[in-house]
């Protein structure tokens, strides 16, 4: 282990002296496009905080890289990518019209389970079948599964965040929303809401850093995955999704 930390403390040292060492060479910004979605991503007023956030940060701290977070809806954040706007996404998973889009550079965040919540016994999910039927709520632009987001017999009705999707199930507007576990469950409690969670879920995939194909920050990849190989040895990566999964789980 002593060795792997040494290793990958020489190769990030050497990215950051390059980025940072000389008055000619500045380090490297870096801007993140990044949706609302606490509690990994908490970009609405006050500096950037979050579980994607705080680990995106260990990395780039390592690299000596300036990071900009810009705040928009997810669906938003893909056309900037699109435009060049935005260099890097954190938490995306991976389907085929992303991948044009962005390069997967690091699954660097945990996986998390699917939940379907609701708050009238008629939206109680305990099989996939029983979604038939039913308005779904989904945030705009988000992947789930593959069988669901394919799924063109399902009535999905789409908002910007979770926030105005378990007010719209409040209001009857949608029977079930189907949100990421920690999402869902700390928008809830936000909202005092009284919701509950279906039996049946869904388990999740890690989502990853993702890199626009047009921005020059794809060129340091092996750099961001050296740190954070680094954060893992060193425990912090660990103590980070602890630390978060304590506090908002179950």
Not at 22 to 50: C, F, M, N, Q, W
Not at 88 to 111: D, Y
Not at 139 to 168: C, I, Q, V, W
Not at 170 to 176: A, L, N, Q, S, Y
Request: charged share 25%; no cysteine; net charge neutral.
């Amino acid at each position: 282990m002593r060795v792997l930390i040494a290793a990958l403390l020489s190769v990030v040292a050497l990215t950051a002296n390059a980025q940072q060492g000389t008055e000619t060479i500045p380090p490297l910004k870096v801007t993140v496009g990044a949706s609302h979605a606490p509690p990994y991503r908490i970009v609405d007023g006050g500096p950037p905080s979050g579980l994607y956030v705080d680990i995106f940060r260990e990395i780039t701290e390592r690299l000596g890289w300036k990071t900009y977070y810009r705040e928009a809806p997810f669906r938003r954040v893909l056309n900037l990518i699109r435009r060049g706007e935005v260099d890097v996404m954190l938490g995306v998973l991976k389907t085929p019209e992303r991948n044009n889009l962005m390069e997967f550079v690091a699954p660097a965040f945990p996986p998390e389970r699917r939940l379907f919540l609701y708050s009238r016994d008629s939206g109680r999910i305990e099989r996939y079948a029983d979604l038939y039927g039913k308005t779904i709520g989904v945030m705009e632009g988000a992947s789930y599964f593959t069988k669901f987001d394919n799924d063109e017999r399902l009535h999905k009705e789409a908002a910007p965040r979770y926030e105005n999707l378990l007010l719209m199930m409040e209001k009857g507007r949608v029977d079930v929303v189907v949100a990421p576990e920690l999402v869902g469950l700390y928008t809830v409690r936000e909202l005092g809401l009284s919701v509950k969670v279906s039996p049946f879920f869904v388990p999740g995939e890690r989502s990853w850093i993702a890199v626009a194909r047009t921005s020059p920050v794809l060129e340091y990849s092996d750099d961001m995955r050296a740190a954070l190989k680094l954060i893992t040895a060193e425990g912090i990566y660990e103590d980070l999704v602890l630390e978060y999964m304590d506090h908002y789980a179950l």
